[in-house]
Nanobody, 115 residues
Framework: QVQLVESGGGLVQPGGSLRLSCAAS????????MGWYRQAPGKQRELVAA???????NYADSVKGRFTISRDNAKNTVYLQMNSLKPEDTAVYYC?????????WGQGTQVTVSS
């Protein structure tokens, strides 16, 4: 079992920055990869960024160059640094952990980009 606790969401002005955190606990050694997804009202949940156990990353085209996913293994935490935020980034952001034959989700954290 893996538990994910997210934090860092909030309200920010366009062009501003936020850093989301996802702290994992439980069977953390079973995690193969972690990622951030987001879902805006009326839209499907989409992958924002992911990082594998080997450290490779991938990003949605819409956030490439603005967002950075990273991890701190000592703290069992994955981060999403979000810079140059746009109103289109407004969504609920979910942390995901991939394990063999399954996966886990965090509760979600709201990110609102508005003037």
């Amino acid at each position: 079992q893996v538990q994910l606790v997210e934090s860092g969401g909030g309200l920010v002005q366009p062009g501003g920055s936020l850093r989301l955190s996802c702290a994992a606990s439980g069977s953390i050694f079973s995690i193969n990869a972690m990622g951030w997804y987001r879902q805006a009202p009326g839209k499907q949940r989409e992958l924002v960024a992911a990082i594998t156990s080997g450290g490779s990353t991938n990003y949605a085209d819409s956030v490439k160059g603005r967002f950075t996913i990273s991890r701190d293994n000592a703290k069992n935490t994955v981060y999403l640094q979000m810079n140059s935020l746009k109103p289109e980034d407004t969504a609920v952001y979910y942390c995901n952990a991939d394990v063999k034959n399954g996966g886990y989700w965090g509760q979600g954290t709201q990110v609102t980009v508005s003037s």
